[in-house]
């Protein structure tokens, strides 16, 4: 009997908490609360009219926001001034707000890696910035009620797999309770587990632009971790020695997480409309260490 009335109780308790999740997904956040998997867009994310040499291979410009050139002008940005500088086709492919499941995603995806009219690229410079670990970890935004998939890929036996449909479980990690538990998760799983999944995404991105452009060079540009800090998500910087493993593996690796270059955390060289994102005062000291270091 006393087996049974538990039964009964745990039952109703999975219940309510089904009735719980239904009433948050209708009352809260009503359609926009479906879960969906973002596309990424074809289209340059920067377009600009600067005069280049279309004898010289092209370079492309990838990450998030911090690439996009978010807070500032668009002659400012990143890929603005490698153009202007090295009189190379730079294509932005800066992604706001994600990372580099998006970037993958882009590769494999979308007509501009398959578009014939692009110039062969040289390198690809991917921007790394601390937060981009949440982004790989995490399925939703875990401070709003966005309702946008975060991880286009599933892991199995190490490898990425696309993920092209929702499930059960996506309608459940989306509510506000789950996308706490989740933050907590990522809170408490320790750097190297972040680092190892962090380079599953980067060797398959090289992997997957070794297939349409068999030359080129990945380069991974690792962002100044205390400006990362001022981003709202409070990520502690991501700080690591393993990225000497990349570069023994053929990435060439360009830090400015170093003390050399604490000083780009400084207002001076943040965006005073955003106080987030660098300005063109960081990008005019970085993009010559990086035209210097490639040979541009």
Same mark, same amino acid.
């Not at 190297?192 to 992997?207: A, E, H, Q």
């Not at 053929?250 to 409309?273: C, H, V």
């Given at each position: ?21 239904? @009433? ?8 926009? &609360? ?7 867009? %074809? ?40 153009? *202007? ?10 992604? /706001?707000?994600?990372? /580099?499941?998006?970037?993958?995603? !882009?590769? *494999? ?14 390198? &690809? ?8 670990? #949440? ?8 401070? !709003?009620?966005?309702?946008?998939? =975060? ?19 996506? =309608?459940? *990690? ?9 933050? #907590? ?59 000497? %493993? @990349? ?30 994102? /660098? ?8 993009? /010559? ?8």
């Amino acid at each position: 009997m006393f087996c049974k009335i538990i039964k009964i109780t745990l039952i109703n308790i999975i219940f309510i908490l089904c009735v719980f999740i239904l @009433l948050e997904n209708i009352i809260i956040w009503s359609k926009f &609360y479906i879960p969906r998997i973002c596309e990424v867009s %074809e289209n340059d994310r920067v377009e600009n009219t600067l005069e280049y040499n279309k004898n010289k291979k092209s370079i492309i410009v990838a990450g998030c926001s911090f690439t996009y050139g978010s807070g500032i002008l668009f002659n400012e940005n990143i890929s603005y001034k490698l153009q *202007q500088k090295t009189k190379r086709k730079v294509y932005n492919r800066g992604i /706001p707000a994600w990372g /580099p499941n998006a970037n993958l995603k !882009d590769i *494999q995806t979308t007509s501009f890696f398959n578009n014939h009219k692009i110039i062969e690229p040289e390198y &690809y410079i991917y921007t790394f910035i601390s937060d981009h670990l #949440r982004r790989i970890y995490i399925n939703y935004w875990d401070t !709003d009620f966005s309702n946008e998939i =975060y991880n286009f890929y599933k892991i199995r036996n190490n490898e990425l797999i696309l993920r092209n449909k929702i499930n059960l479980l996506d =309608y459940i *990690q989306i509510t506000q309770v789950m996308k706490r538990i989740n933050r #907590r998760i990522f809170d408490l799983t320790p750097d190297d587990k972040k680092f190892d999944r962090l380079k599953l995404y980067l060797y398959t991105m090289r992997s997957e632009l070794i297939k349409r452009y068999p030359n080129i060079k990945m380069v991974i540009l690792v962002y100044n971790t205390d400006l990362d800090t001022v981003y709202t998500h409070q990520i502690k910087p991501f700080k690591t020695e393993r990225w000497k %493993e @990349l570069e023994d593996d053929g990435f060439i690796l360009l830090r400015f997480d170093t003390p050399e270059f604490e000083f780009l955390a400084d207002n001076k060289y943040i965006s005073e409309f955003d106080n987030v994102h /660098p300005n063109g005062k960081a990008w005019d000291i970085i993009v /010559p260490i990086i035209i210097k270091k490639l040979g541009l």
